[in-house]
C-alpha cells in the first residue's frame, strides 16, 4: 500500500475509534485512555507501534489533536518515560501547555531524577507564562547544580525569551541572580535581560560587573559594546578600542570594533584593525571580505582582487558578489575578456543586474550592439523590482552612448504604467536634460519631490540646472540648501552650491565649496568648475594645473573638454 494511504488508513482508523472524544485543547486535560489497560497478551508492542506511527505521521500532516491524542493516549497506558517525553513534547508543539505539564509531571515521577524531564518542566512554565511557579523551581536548580551553574546562569534568557513582559523577566532573573554575586555569568544574565527590557543602564552596569569580575571575558565585552552601540557608536567604540587594547587576541571584539570604525567613516583607524585582523586570521571570510572592500575603496586594485580571490576559495556564500567586483577590477584594467568571465558568473541577486547592464556596456564600447541588445533583452527578472533595475540599466547604457531619445521613449512608455516611480522619474529627469529638454527635466523632478521631498539628489539636479542655465538663481539656491542639509558631505551637491554661487558672483565663497568638494573627489566635471573659478580671481596658472591634470586622468569628459576650449584655447 503506498505511504500515503497508509497514513490515510491509519489516521482514519484512529479517529474512527475515537468519535466520541474531543482532543485536548490549550489548556485541556489528559484524554481518557483509547484503550482500555490490559495485561499483556502478546499485541501490546504492536498496539505501541501503531499509536506512536500514528501520532508522528498526524504531526507530519499537520493533524496536532490526532497527534496530541494518540501520544497522550499511549503515554497514559504505557508510562514509558521515552513515550513519556514524547508526548510531552506533541503538546508542547500544539502550544496544549497544560496537557504538557501534566504529562511532564508524570514523566517526573516515572524519572524523578532526569534532569532533562526537570529541564523541559521548567521551559514549559516558562512558555505557559507562569513565572510564579517557575521561580522557586528554576532557585532550586540552580543551587542543585553547582558544577554546571555558570552555564545555568548564562542559559535563563534563553529558556525565558518567550515571555511577553520583558520586565517580569529580568526582575525574575535579577532574583535567581542575586545570591551569585560573586559569580560573572550572574551579573552577565542580569545584564542581558536589562538590555532586552529596555534599560541601557542597568545593562551597562551588570556588563561591567561581569567585566570587572572576568576582566578578559570577550562576550561580556561584546555585549556591552553591543547595548551601548544602540545610544552611541562612539561609546561603544572607546569600550571596545580599551578592550582590545589589553586583550590584542580578542579577534571578535575587534573585528566588532573594525566594522563600528567603519559605521562611523574611520576608515583609516578602521583599515589598522582589518591589518591585524587578516594577520592573525588570514583565512577567515569574515575579516577577507572587509578587508577586500576597504582596499577597493582606497584604489588598492592589487590588494582588492588579492583578497576577494582568496575569498572564491573558502566558504563564503556570496560568490555571484565576488565575481562581481572582479569583474570590475578587470574592467579597471582594461582586461575585458577577463572581466566579462567574472561578469557572467553572477547568479540572479543582488548584483545580476548591475554585472548584465555593465557586460553590456563593454558590448557596446566594442562596436557589439547586436550583442549587448541581445544580452538585455534576454535577461531574466525574478520581480518587478529587477525588472526596473533592467529598464533603468538599459535606459542609462543608451543615454551614455547618445542615445538620448530612445533611452526617453523607453522610459516614458515606462512611466506610463509606474507614473509615481521615484527611480523611473529621476532617470527620466536627467534624461530629458541630456536632450536639451529642460521643461521635461522640471516637470519629472518636481513630481518626483511631490512624491519624496527629501530626495537629495533631485533637490540637487534641479538646483543645479537652474544655476548652470544661470536663472532663477534664489529658486535654485533653495533646492541646493535643501540638498545640502539633507547630505553636507555629498561632494557633487558641494560642487553644485559652488557653481551656484559662481553664477551669483561669490567667487570667494565658491572657491571654498569647489575646494573642498574636490578635495572629497576629484572629479572631472568638479575639476572644470574650480578651474573656471580660479581663472575668474585671476589665478591663471593654478586653473591651467587643475585642467590640465584632470584632462589627463578624463581625457573624454565633454564638460572638461568645454572648459578647456573655452579657458585654454
Known amino acids: 500500500m503506498p505511504i500515503k494511504l497508509i497514513a490515510a488508513a491509519l489516521i482514519f482508523a484512529f479517529t474512527g475509534s475515537s468519535q466520541a472524544q474531543t482532543p485536548p485543547g490549550k489548556g485541556g486535560s489528559v484524554p481518557k485512555p483509547l484503550v482500555k489497560p490490559q495485561t499483556d497478551n502478546g499485541d501490546t508492542l504492536g498496539r505501541t507501534v501503531f499509536q506512536a506511527l500514528l501520532g508522528d505521521i498526524a504531526l507530519q500532516r499537520g493533524n496536532v489533536s490526532i497527534a496530541v491524542s494518540a501520544w497522550s493516549d499511549l503515554a ?13 513534547e506533541v503538546a508542547a508543539i500544539a502550544r496544549q501547555y497544560d496537557l504538557a505539564l501534566e504529562l511532564n509531571k508524570w514523566w517526573l515521577e516515572v524519572e524523578p531524577a532526569s534532569l532533562r524531564a526537570q529541564q523541559v518542566h521548567s521551559a514549559l512554565l516558562a512558555s505557559a507564562n507562569r513565572l510564579d511557579e517557575l521561580a522557586p523551581q528554576l532557585a532550586a536548580a540552580l543551587a542543585g547544580d553547582p558544577a554546571n551553574l555558570p552555564a545555568n546562569l548564562l542559559h535563563l534568557n534563553r529558556l525565558l525569551a518567550r515571555h511577553e ?3 517580569a523577566v529580568l526582575n525574575l532573573v535579577e532574583t535567581l541572580a542575586t545570591p551569585y554575586d560573586n559569580i560573572p555569568e550572574a551579573h552577565f544574565a542580569t545584564g542581558q535581560a536589562a538590555a532586552v527590557a529596555g534599560d541601557p543602564l542597568r545593562a551597562r552596569t551588570e556588563f561591567d560587573k561581569a567585566l570587572a569580575l572576568r576582566p578578559d571575558w570577550e562576550i561580556a565585552a561584546l555585549a556591552r559594546a553591543q547595548n551601548q552601540a544602540r545610544q552611541s557608536n562612539e561609546s561603544a567604540i572607546a569600550g571596545l578600542k580599551d578592550f582590545v587594547d589589553r586583550y590584542p587576541q580578542a579577534g571578535d ?26 594577520e592573525d586570521y588570514p583565512n577567515n571570510p569574515e575579516v577577507i571580505y572587509p578587508v577586500a572592500m576597504l582596499a577597493l575603496q582606497n584604489g588598492d586594485l592589487a590588494k582588492g582582487r588579492g583578497q576577494l580571490e582568496k575569498l572564491l576559495q573558502t566558504t563564503f556564500p556570496d560568490k555571484s558578489a565576488l565575481h562581481y567586483f572582479l569583474g570590475q577590477i578587470e574592467e579597471e584594467d582594461k582586461k575585458i575578456p577577463a572581466a566579462l568571465e567574472h561578469y557572467r558568473q553572477v547568479t540572479p541577486g543582488e548584483h545580476y543586474i548591475p554585472a548584465r547592464s555593465r557586460s553590456a556596456k563593454i558590448l557596446l564600447t566594442q562596436g557589439r550592439n547586436d550583442e549587448a541588445r541581445q544580452l538585455i533583452d534576454t535577461t531574466r527578472t525574478a520581480n518587478d523590482q529587477e525588472r526596473r533595475q533592467l529598464i533603468l540599466a538599459e535606459s542609462q547604457l543608451l543615454r551614455e552612448f547618445g542615445r538620448h531619445d530612445e533611452a526617453y521613449a523607453l522610459l516614458k512608455k515606462v512611466l506610463l504604467a509606474a507614473p509615481d516611480d521615484i527611480d523611473l522619474l529621476y532617470e527620466a529627469a536627467l534624461t530629458a536634460e ?61 560642487d553644485s552650491m559652488g557653481w551656484l554661487l559662481f553664477r551669483q558672483g561669490k567667487l570667494q565663497q565658491a572657491l571654498s565649496a569647489l575646494e573642498a568638494a574636490y578635495k572629497i573627489r576629484p572629479d572631472p566635471e568638479i575639476a572644470a568648475h574650480l578651474g573656471e573659478v580660479l581663472w575668474a580671481l585671476q589665478r591663471h596658472d593654478e586653473a591651467r594645473a587643475i585642467l590640465q591634470n584632470a584632462a589627463a586622468s578624463n581625457p573624454d569628459n565633454e564638460v572638461l573638454a568645454g572648459t578647456i576650449k573655452k579657458l585654454l584655447p
Not at 497514559?76 to 510531552?88: I, Y
Not at 576608515?267 to 589598522?272: H, I
Open 76 to 88: 497514559q497506558r504505557t508510562r514509558d518515560p521515552k513515550v513519556l517525553a514524547r508526548a510531552t
Open 165 to 167: 513582559d520583558k520586565k
Open 253 to 278: 571584539a575587534r573585528l566588532a570594533l573594525a566594522r563600528l570604525l567603519l559605521a562611523e567613516k574611520n576608515t583609516a583607524e578602521a583599515r589598522k584593525h582589518f591589518d591585524r585582523l587578516i
Open 434 to 494: 541630456r536632450r536639451g529638454d529642460t521643461n521635461g527635466l522640471e516637470r519629472h523632478l518636481k513630481h518626483l519631490l511631490k512624491r519624496k521631498p527629501d530626495h537629495a539628489h533631485a533637490l540637487n539636479a534641479l538646483g543645479y540646472s537652474l544655476a548652470e542655465r544661470n536663472t532663477r538663481l534664489d529658486e535654485a539656491q533653495n533646492y541646493l540648501t535643501q540638498a545640502l542639509a539633507l547630505a553636507p558631505e555629498d561632494p557633487f551637491i558641494m
